[in-house]
């Protein structure tokens, strides 16, 4: 059994046969008198207050060069690792497309909502969106177009909406 203990002068470590113990010795860094300890570890003993005192025991391969190689290696664990950057979450558009319906376009153009003088565009719009239900709508947005007037010939612009339901 080695005791390993270090030179009160340069603080060399070493590390010496446990037979040697009380004897003295030069320090082969600084050449310094050293006096080997005693192979000694303090244990606290349970139920006493003094100190209980038991050699400590180094194995051959703690005093090799080797063991004094720094080393930095990770251990694996089964925890996830912790996300330094929050992922922004999921797009409606996305996660429509991940749910098993289907994407669906509907686009109602105020044109095609007048009727005889009264324009149904609100009520048309609104019925479709009752239909379709809240939570399967993914997008609805405004649109501008522009068409041939059959009576005049010219070139009018409207508007409408073009609404992204899952159905």
């Known amino acids: 059994m080695d005791i ?5 002068k340069c603080e060399q470590e070493l590390a010496v046969d446990s037979s040697a113990a009380g004897s003295e010795i030069n320090c082969p860094s600084c050449n310094a008198t050293i006096t080997i300890p005693e192979p000694v570890s303090p244990i606290p003993h349970s139920g006493d207050d003094s100190v209980r005192l038991e ?17 930095h290696l990770k251990v694996a664990s ?8 929050a992922k922004p979450l999921a797009t409606l558009e996305v996660a429509a497309k991940e749910s098993d319906k289907k994407l669906r376009v509907k686009t109602i153009k105020h044109t095609d909502c007048i009727e005889v003088g009264h324009d149904r565009y609100d009520e048309m719009v609104s019925a479709f969106l009752i239909k379709v239900g809240e939570s399967h709508i993914v997008n609805i947005s405004p649109i501008n177009y522009s068409h041939v007037d059959i009576g005049s010939q010219k070139i009018l612009t409207d508007f409408g909406v073009m609404i992204v339901y899952k159905g």
């Open 4 to 8: 390993i203990f270090n030179c009160r």
């Open 55 to 71: 050699p400590h025991r180094a194995s051959a391969m703690a005093s090799s060069a080797a063991a004094k190689v720094e080393m």
């Open 78 to 85: 089964n925890k996830a690792p912790e996300s330094l950057i």
